[in-house]
Structure formats: C-alpha cells, structure tokens
C-alpha cells in the first residue's frame, strides 16, 4: 500500500468529459470514463487519432480543464485548476511571440513570484541543458521551428516540473528535426538531467511511440476511452529497423484498424455507429481514388502493410486511418491484420473512367452510409425536394459532438457531390438536386 | 429563452439589447439636458471672440489643440482598458456593454455635442476648465469606440495555446493581461488609435467654438481659429489653418505614431519574418542614443516588475465563461433589471419628447432624417462610382499606392468646415440648388476612406489572380464584376462603413452652413439638429438625435452589417 503511494506520481481515476453546447445541452461525450496511472521514471505515450479526446485528456491532467467527472490525483494531491506540479510542451510551440528566448523561459518563475536572481539562474540552466545557449536574445520568429520547440522544453523545464506533459510535441516539425529532438529529449532522460520525474505525450505516431515510451495507451474514438494498453520493453537506445521494434509497430497498426467484436453485447454507442450516428472523416475523393491506385499497383498488389504504405504514402495515421475506414465502410478495401487489402470491386474502381468511378462511388455511399440515404429520402419526400442543412446537423448531434457533426455533414456533402447524388448551396446552407444546367 | 437572449449579442440583426443600449444612451442624454433645465445658475453671456485670426498666434492654438486631442487619447486609452477588459471578461457585463459600444460607435456623436458642453460647463461654472473638458469629452467620444472595440475584440481572439500556456503557469490576471492579452491586441489598437487621431480633427472644429443657446465658446484653438475664420470671411486665414493642420499632423505622425507602430510590429503574432518591415527615423534614433536607453533601462524594468504583480483581479472579473454552467436565476434576474431599467429609460425619454413636441413634429423629423438618408446613400454611391476605379488603378500599381495610400489617409483628418467659404461662394454665385448642391458636404472629408481602403485591397490582390485573368483574357465588364470587386469586396466595405458614419455625423456640419454673414441651409436631419443647437432647443435636439440614430443604426444593421458578413465570409481571400 504505502509502496503504491510512493511510486503512483499521477492517478487519473474513472475522468469522463462532456463538452456542453451554448444552450447548456449537455452532448455526446469526448472522453469516457478514463483510468490510468503512472509509475515515477516512467514515460507514458497516449496514443490515438484527431478527436480522440487525448488532448482534452491532457489538459484535464494539468488542471487547465476541469473533467465533468472523476478526478486526477498527482502525488495523491487533487488537480484543481491549472497544477504547480506539470508543465507543458505544445504542438504549436506557443511562445510569446514579442519576448526573446531569455524572457520566454523567465516568464514561468517570475510570474509565480521566483527572485529575480534566482529566475535567472534556472532559465540559463534549463537553456543550457537544451542547447540553447547563444539565442538567448533571439525572438521566437527568428528561429527554425526545431530551435522553437527547444524554447518550449526550456520553458517547462524551468518550472521544475514532476511531470513533463508534451502535446504532439514534435508533429509539426520536419521530419529530420523532429529526429534529432527526439533523441536530445531522451538522451537527457536518460542520463537524468531533467528535473521531472515522468514523462506523458500524447502523439498521433505510432514510430513516435514505440521509439520513446515504457508504455503505449491507444485511445479510441467518439467517445475517447483507452483501447489497449502496451508496455514497450525494447531496451534504448531502440532501432527502428529492430525486429522486435518492426512486430510492435505492426502489432499497434492491427490493434489499431480491428474492427469491433462481433461477439460482445453492442453498447449504445456501438448500436449507433451503424445507423445515423456513424462518424464520418472528412477525406478528399482524390485521396481516396489515390489509395486505391498506390495499393492495387507493384509492389503491393492489391494487399499492402499499413507500416509500409504510411511510409511510402508519407501519410501519418491521422490521415491513413480515415482513408482506409473510409474505403472499407465503402466496401473498396478492408483491414486484416495490419495489413489493407482491396475487394473484388475496389480492384474495378482502379480501372474505371472517371464517370464510372463516381457512378460506383455514388452507389456505395448510398448503400452502406445510412446519413446518405436518408438526405435522399427527405430529398424525395419534400415537394420542393430541398432541405436545409441544420435539420440533419441537428440529428447528427443526438449522437455526436459538434465537431463530429459538421466534420460527417461536410464528408457527406463531399461524397454526395462526387456521387452526384444531391447538390448542396454553400450560400443557403440547403441540399436539393438542383445542378446547374 | 434566456439563453436565446444571451447569446443574441453577436448576431448581425437588430436585436433586444440594441433597444435596452439605444434607449440607456437617449435617456442619459435626457438626464444631462434635464439637469441643465434643472439648474438655473445664469451662463456667461456671449463676450467678444477672444480669438485672433494673426498668423503668429496659429502655434499656439496649433498646441492647445493638440494638448485637447491627447488628453482625450489618454481619456481614450483609460476608457479602452476597463471598458473592453470588462466586457471581455465578464458576461454579464458584456451582455450590456458591447450592445451600447455597438450603438455609441454607429450614431451621430456630434448632434449629442450641445448636452455634454452644458454639462461641463454647468459643472465648472464661469470657468473655462469646463469649456475644456467639454472639447476633450468631445474629441473622446469620436475615438473610444473604435478603439475599445478592437481591444475588446483581441481579447476575445487571444490564441488559445498563448492562453493555456498563461494559464499553465497560474499568471493572475494583472499579470495576464500584460504578459498575453494587452501585447497581443496592440497591433490592432495602435491602427485604431490612428484612425482615431484622424477622426478626432472634425470634432476639434465643431467643439472648440460652438454656440448652444445663450451660451457661446471659443477656446484658443485650430477649430477655434477656422470658425473665426469662416465668420470673417477670410480666405487666407483658412489657407494658414490647412497649413497648421498639415504641419501638425505630419509632426505627429513621424514623431509618435511611426515609432510606435515600427516598435509594435515585434508584437504580432505570425510565424514567419513579415517582408515589409516598418521602420522610423525616430525609433531608429532612440534605439541608437545611449543615454536615452541607459536612462530608460531602470524605468523599464521597474515597469517590468510592474507587470508581473500578481494582483488577482476580483472574482467578479474572473468569472470563467467555459467551464461552470452559469447560474440561470442570476442570469434572469440580471435581465429583468436590465429591461426595467431600459424601460424607465426609453419612457423618460419619449415623456421628455411630449412635453413640448407633437405627433407633428415627429413626423417631420422623420421626413427630414429620410432626406439626410438619402442625401448619404446618393453621395456614398457617388463617391464610389468616382473613386473605386481610381483606387483600383493606384492600387494595383505598387509604387503609387505607396505614395497614395498615406495621402489619403491624411486628407481623411481635414474637416468639412474648411470648404464652407467655397461653398457659399459658389451657392450664392451660381444661385444653386442648396438641397442638392449642398450634398456634396457631407463625403468630403469620409471619402478618403473609402479611397485608402480600396487601395489597400487592390494593392493586396494576390498577382497569380491577376496573372490568371490576364492569361484568360477577362477584361472589361466581366474583369470587373468577377475579378476586382469580388477581390476589393471586404476592403471597400470596411472604408465604406467608415465613410457612411463619418458622413452622418458630417451632415449635422455641412447641412447648415455659415459664411461670414449668410447661411446656406440643406433640408435635413442635420441642419434640423444644427439649428435646434444654436437656439438651445433640447426636445427638439433630443428628437433629431433620437430620430437619425435609430436610422443610422437600422441602416448599419441591415445594410452595411449584412453586406460585410457575406464579404467576410465568400470574399476574403
């Protein structure tokens, strides 16, 4: 018991999230009742897609949202607003565009009532430890994004954190910079020249993940729970080209695009996903068309490894994911293993012309998405066959937050309109199947 | 339905909270117009001009003037840090707040210029300290708005990761808002605090010499000097006014406002080293004295620390908007005592009106406003029929633009008043039609924005759109209609919007016009306003005021509102 107490740093116990509309309707939840905990020494990496809920789950963590339930314990003192005890690293660097570096990592200490002399002493340390040194004057939009995001570690350091919480932190860096800061971070780590004592990142790459973390937590979407959860045990310094590395990361992409079990009892959630609650991603018909194309050309043939197309593609799972649901809900290409492989159909839709393509398109919207069918029902119920736009967003919200509704609602204008199945005016926000003539 | 009320306030229509801020503004006015009734203490009576219209007196006035404007800046910038961190920060407050600044920013703030130069002086009676707050309030009430509106707009835009990152580090709110939110929206006030300076000279005219009943004012000043000037008849006396205007503008504009917009630039917030960077001679002078910057370095830091008190902000400031549900009792009763109050206010007013004004005259005013109306909206077309193709064709040619541009916006700061003497010359001459002639008044300082804006947009027309449309040979009509106003849509409104309410404001001065000893006079709204105001005739001044207000805001709402919105939304670039 007391043994837990020492070495459980962060204790996040059943955290559910619920974002509320303007009109204080309470709607379909980002994150679903949440546990995890981490060790000290430990870093932890919350893996999973856009709209996960990972971030929210992150900054409930440092206090900066408040959880609609449950609660986040760290060193077994509750989170109750923005916490003393983290800081963060973010995606957008987030420096104050009108301070230099120095004043950037002072910022921290000297607002939270650290002697002048003493600020000062900390800030040059943390630069140091980064490698900094010799941009202490420089300002935020003199220096490469690499040397930006090194101004973010410097100013979370210096708060002296226990944990170090860092929010995609390399994903919008090149990828040879995003490299070297990955290997500087845990180089440092390493050698125990940070003051914090657990790390957790929340990342969207699977590499990013086995390359750095103890261990793996992959949320799934809409609602956000967590999926699965991996130790990573490969010993650093780890090899990307390393077998064990290779199978981990296959592994994930399996765990990653398996369908739900036909076996368990459906839940709500579950039971809506098949109807007109079914999330859609917002991908372009190109992109699609493309996919298709690179899978059923040399050397995949028509069966590709997700780790490898992500590669060739240059596609994060951010974007390779919704692709390939996408295709498979259109019965174009399916999962199996970490793998995706074309149906009998998806290998036709490679051959056909253009007018073709959005003919069997259009019909496989129309069988197999049911927001599709049901715009097209309306459509020939009404006299005047048009319908505005709000009367489907609303009913999408019945079952999915804001942002997933106007994201499904501008998917499926896109798909109805390469299908020409309906016509939709930006202008009046209505669908109708009035094309111009 | 209280939430619908709640959340009403950003929408483009006319709604309940633009009723409950118009009708707290009219009966404000009507407090203050009682009140002078209410005290009887005998006015000063209307002495000789202590004005002289001798060159050599001109920089004087030139600085009495210029001390007026910024001490109404400083009154300004006072105004503009409470007032919008209130309603940023508070719900509440902003449901009242920004519904009022809406409304201050779209009506005539010159036909409100008789009550507050009462009120002033009857507070500092026989003395010219009232005279002089009544001109700074004045030049005030022409440069707040904007640029409380465009603070109060950062604040709501401040980017969210700056924001979590403040709130990460537990910054209180002192410490918050100078650290993050004042830096980020200075940009934005800077440009708006220009504008304003701009502005500022056409109330620097009609509240340094002005004439309220029994009552009449001459502080020494440049407006002081173009009205003696304009009595007089003197056409050399205006010459050396222009003058004096010019050199004072351009001694500004080097000596502070370059600086300080070259010295803001480092607090934008964007990715990339911009290309164009400003610079001033000033700046770059101050930057290289070292005894200055030795001097300063102290004071700095002292402010420095100044910033980083961490002075939590009382509770009532700090009410968070996002995470906790507000309380739905609170909220209801907050709006009852809004409406009561809006209410009392709105019937106080319209008894006010009834005591001595009929059905009649209302009526009247409501066929003289629609005149002035119509007055705005044929000049307005006018001006854009003449000056979009102009400003276009500078626009697209950058070295011109860059010369142009900044003309333009120093022609924008001369008043109307000057052209008086040339108006009533050629009136008289030409026996012309004043109803019509006179017309021409009202855009002639406000069409400057439309000018600078329009070039603005032009010169910002990305060159791959141009080169497409030269590559598909669109010209003419069709360049136009499809290309060019789509292209300059949101830049021309912008100046537009500008010039409409300039324009208003301006009719109250040009529709009513004096030279030496004649009056030429406009039917209309504004020279009904104007000549209630000289004879100190508050019901009736009450009426116009009330009357061109609800139009200027009606047409903002459902004209220039909605306009701007499709812009914004189909046309930005």
């Known amino acids: 018991m007391l043994d837990t107490a020492i070495t459980t740093i962060l204790d996040v116990d059943k955290v559910s999230q619920v974002f509320s509309t303007g009109s204080g309707e309470a709607r379909a939840p980002v994150l679903s009742d949440v546990s995890m905990r981490m060790r000290t020494g430990e870093i932890v990496a919350l893996l999973g897609r856009s709209g996960s809920g990972k971030s929210t789950l992150l900054r409930i963590i440092s206090g900066l949202t408040r959880p609609t339930e449950g609660t986040v314990k760290i060193e077994g003192e509750p989170v109750d607003g923005p916490a003393k005890e983290v800081a963060m690293v973010f995606q957008s660097f987030a420096l104050f565009p009108w301070l230099d570096v120095l004043d950037n990592v002072e910022i921290g200490p000297r607002s939270n009532g650290v002697p002048l002399d003493e600020t000062r002493k900390r800030a040059l340390k943390a630069i140091d430890t980064i490698g900094l040194d010799g941009f202490e004057s420089a300002y935020p939009k003199e220096l490469s994004g690499g040397m930006r995001q090194r101004v973010g ?197 490679v051959d056909m012309d253009v007018d073709q393509r959005k003919k069997a398109l259009g019909d496989q919207v129309l069988a197999h998405v049911p927001l599709a069918s049901h715009i097209k029902r309306v459509l020939d119920e009404r006299p005047t066959h048009r319908a505005p736009a709000t009367r489907f967003r609303e009913e999408l919200e019945d079952y999915m937050s804001e942002d997933y509704a106007e994201r499904t609602l501008r998917a499926i204008i896109n798909l109805g309109r390469y299908g020409e199945l309906f016509a939709y005016d930006e202008n009046s926000q209505t669908f109708s199947y009035e094309n111009p003539q | ?86 309603a940023a920060k508070s719900r509440r407050a902003e449901m009242i707040l920004i519904p009022v600044l809406d409304i201050l920013q779209s009506v005539p703030i010159l036909g409100f210029l008789s009550f507050t130069v009462t009120f002033f002086l009857n507070l500092f009676p026989g003395n010219t300290m009232g005279a002089e707050l009544a001109a700074i309030f004045a030049i005030f009430t022409s440069q707040a708005w904007n640029m409380a509106f465009s603070f109060y707009q950062s ?137 200055l910057r030795l001097g300063s370095a102290p004071v700095l830091a002292a402010l420095r620390s100044i910033s980083l008190w961490s002075v939590r902000f009382p509770t009532i400031l700090r009410a968070q908007k996002t995470s906790e ?13 809004v409406i009561a109050v809006a209410a009392w206010a709105a019937w106080l007013t319209i008894s006010y009106i009834a005591t001595e004004l009929s059905w009649d005259e209302v009526g009247r005013v409501f066929v003289l406003t629609f005149y002035t109306l119509l007055r705005v909206i044929v000049l307005m077309l006018l001006a854009t029929l003449v000056w979009v193709p102009i400003s276009v064709w500078i626009g697209l040619r950058p070295r011109w633009a860059e010369a ?55 010169a910002a027309f990305p060159n791959d759109l141009r080169e497409a449309a030269a590559n598909f040979r669109i010209r003419g009509w069709r360049w136009w209609t499809q290309v060019m106003i ?76 909605q306009l701007y919105a499709y812009a914004e939304r189909r046309l930005r670039l």
Not at chain 2, 441 to 457: E, K, M
């Open chain 2, 404 to 458: 142009v541009q900044p003309i333009a916006q120093f022609l924008a700061a001369f008043p109307v008043n000057l052209l008086f003497g040339a108006a009533v010359s050629l009136v008289l001459a030409y026996n012309l039609n004043t109803n019509i002639w006179l017309s021409f008044l009202i855009v002639f300082g406000t069409q400057w924005y439309i000018v600078f804006n329009t070039i603005g947009g032009a």
């Open chain 1, 153 to 349: 570690f410097a100013r979370a350091l210096v708060m002296q954190p226990k944990i170090l919480l860092m929010d995609e932190p390399f994903s919008a860096l090149d990828v040879l910079t995003a490299e070297t800061l990955r290997t500087d971070l845990l180089d440092l780590w390493q050698e125990g020249r940070m003051p914090i004592k657990a790390i957790l990142m929340v990342t969207h790459n699977i590499e990013e993940a086995v390359l750095m973390a103890d261990r793996i937590l992959v949320l799934s979407s809409n609602p956000g729970r967590i999926a699965s959860e991996i130790p990573v045990t490969i010993p650093h310094p780890r090899d990307r080209l390393d077998p064990g590395f290779r199978d981990l990361v296959e592994k994930i992409y399996a765990l990653m695009t398996q369908r739900p079990d036909p076996t368990k009892p459906a839940t709500r959630e579950a039971a809506a996903a098949v109807g007109l609650g079914l999330a859609l991603p917002r991908v372009s018909t190109n992109s699609l068309a493309g996919m298709l194309e690179e899978i059923a050309a040399p050397p995949y043939d028509g069966k590709a490894d997700l780790p490898h197309l992500a590669d060739s593609l240059q596609l994060e799972i951010d974007e390779l994911f919704p692709l390939g649901e996408t295709l498979q809900l259109l019965r174009l290409a399916e999962f199996e293993e970490g793998d995706i492989k074309l149906t009998p159909l998806g290998r036709r839709f």
């Open chain 2, 325 to 337: 549900q507000p309380s739905r009792l609170l909220d209801a009763i907050w709006i009852l005592i």
């Open chain 2, 1 to 86: 339905m209280f939430n619908s009320i709640a959340s009403a306030g950003r929408r483009a229509l006319p709604n309940q909270w633009d009723l409950i801020a118009f009708a707290a503004i009219l009966a404000i006015l009507t407090a203050i117009a009682k009140s002078y009734h209410g005290i009887s203490a005998p006015l000063p009576a209307p002495s000789e001009s202590p004005i002289s219209l001798d060159y050599w007196q001109l920089p004087y006035y030139a600085l009495r003037t210029t001390l007026r404007m910024f001490a109404a800046l400083v009154a300004s910038l006072i105004f503009t840090f409470t007032y919008a961190t209130l």
């Open chain 2, 486 to 561: 789509p292209a300059i849509a949101p830049y021309y409104l912008t100046g537009a919007i500008t010039a409409s309410g300039g324009s208003w404001n301006a009719s109250i001065v040009a529709e009513y016009v004096k030279w030496k000893d004649h009056t030429v006079v406009a039917q209309g709204v504004g020279s009904y306003i104007a000549e209630a105001t000289e004879k100190g005739d508050f019901p009736r001044i009450v009426l116009g005021v009330a009357m061109m207000s609800l139009f200027v805001t009606l047409f903002n709402r459902l004209f220039w509102r």
């Open chain 2, 155 to 291: 604040l709501r835009t401040v980017p969210r990761d700056l924001d979590e990152v403040a709130r990460g580090f537990r910054l209180s709110g002192w410490q918050k808002f100078w650290q993050l939110e004042a830096p980020f929206a200075m940009p934005g006030l800077i440009w708006n605090t220009m504008m304003s300076m701009s502005g500022g000279w056409f109330f620097v005219v009609a509240a340094e010499a002005i004439t309220v009943g029994d009552t009449t004012i001459a502080l020494p000043g440049v407006g002081s000097y173009i009205a003696k000037a304009n009595d007089a008849g003197d056409w050399s006396a205006i010459g050396a006014a222009v003058l004096t205007m010019g050199i004072v503008i351009l001694l500004y504009d080097q000596l502070l406002f370059r600086p300080i917009v070259a010295w803001a630039a480092k607090f934008r917030v964007e990715l990339s080293v911009s290309e164009d960077v400003e610079s001033s001679w000033v700046l770059n002078l101050i930057k290289r004295t070292h005894w």
